[in-house]
């Protein structure tokens, strides 16, 4: 059985508030969604969250790499898939519609064997732990404090919030928002800040020894993730657990910020580094490098894939595309005692994609 058709669409949905983290502002969130399917009819669904010029990637470049593939070959595919785009630039928007697609074949195999993706997978675990994610920069702390302190009262017992905000140029206010937020989720949950590159690397040490002073654990992107030495530095300085690797697009990017020595946790997307396929092979190099590995957004793709990880650390519970998910999908997964545990009695990823409520988002 081959497949037979690569469809692909585009979703841009407005925040329901302003939001910002500490280099970037934004008020929409694009999805690129690609339905897979076989000539009996069934579909296997991927998504990622990437600019829509990788619709045209898709429809383009990938499509003729991998329609009248086995659908059992989804190695063979992403092979395809990375030699193709070449010439076009593989890391970024040539890299997320890859994943978009390699995510979707996944879940094409898996429905048309009628079982649920995670037991196509390595399986080590049968659901994975996640942090609720969101505080954005542009939130008042009332509106922070709410937040966090919501998802400590669901069960969640792990927080992040983003810091470094206007690139650094706030930092009392920085330090002000993690005492708060600490208040608000009380002293034994675990609260997480994210700069997003917004600091210099002297700005991060110092602020390290202020964030340390209210319990944080975890410091994500103090600088950078361009600049590895610079990580590491800051890795060096902070007894904090450093993550990086969002912006990871490919199994070499990882294997360069591991050599380095510039995290504790490394971060993956699925929907960047390409697909379920390429985040696999980052979750085992961070394994070799004996270091733990996380999740970064998009929940719904990470519940199934996660549990297939040698280790992990955690999910990242990311409030907007948990907001996006549910308006999208029906199967979302609801956490439970700080999880989340894919539905085993529902085929593939166990999605299915609410198509005409979605129209009011489509665009292009």
Not at 253 to 280: E, K, N, P, S
Request: aromatic share 10%; net charge negative; hydrophobic share 45%.
């Amino acid at each position: 059985m081959n497949v037979q058709e690569l469809a692909v669409a585009v979703y841009r949905i407005p925040t329901d508030r302003p939001e910002a983290d500490g280099t970037i502002h934004w008020d929409a969130t694009t999805l690129v969604l690609v339905e897979a399917t076989v000539p009996s009819g069934q579909r296997g669904l991927g998504f990622a969250y990437a600019d829509a010029a990788a619709a045209a990637i898709v429809q383009q470049t990938l499509a003729p790499a991998v329609i009248g593939t086995p659908v059992w070959a989804t190695g063979h595919a992403w092979e395809k898939m990375v030699n193709r785009v070449r010439n076009l630039g593989r890391p970024g928007v040539a890299a997320s519609a890859i994943a978009a697609v390699d995510i979707a074949l996944w879940d094409l195999k898996a429905q048309v064997l009628d079982c649920p993706l995670i037991q196509l997978l390595p399986m080590h675990r049968d659901r994975v732990p996640i942090y609720g994610s969101g505080g954005f920069t542009t939130y008042t702390i009332a509106e922070l404090t709410e937040q966090l302190g919501g998802w400590v009262a669901q069960g969640i017992s792990r927080v992040k919030m983003k810091i470094g905000k206007g690139w650094g140029t706030a930092l009392a206010e920085d330090v002000e928002r993690v005492r708060a937020a600490r208040e608000a989720i009380g002293p034994t949950a675990a609260l997480f800040v994210d700069a997003n590159g917004g600091y210099t690397v002297k700005e991060a040490v110092r602020q390290a020894a202020h964030f340390a002073e209210q319990g944080v654990t975890y410091f994500e992107e103090p600088v950078s993730s361009d600049q590895l030495a610079q990580l590491a530095f800051v890795r060096q300085q902070t007894p904090l657990d450093i993550a990086a690797g969002e912006y990871g697009y490919d199994p070499w990017y990882f294997r360069r910020m591991l050599r380095a020595d510039a995290v504790d946790i490394l971060q993956a997307d699925a929907t960047r580094c390409l697909g379920f396929t390429g985040w696999l092979m980052a979750a085992d190099l961070a394994y070799g490098f004996d270091i733990p590995f996380s999740a970064h957004t998009a929940p719904a793709l990470h519940a199934h894939v996660g549990c297939a990880a040698p280790q992990l650390a955690h999910v990242e519970y990311f409030y907007d595309h948990v907001r996006i998910e549910k308006m999208l999908f029906e199967g979302v997964l609801e956490p439970a005692e700080g999880c989340l545990q894919p539905d085993t009695t529902r085929p593939g990823l166990g999605l299915t994609f609410k198509r005409q409520d979605a129209e009011q988002w489509r665009v292009g």
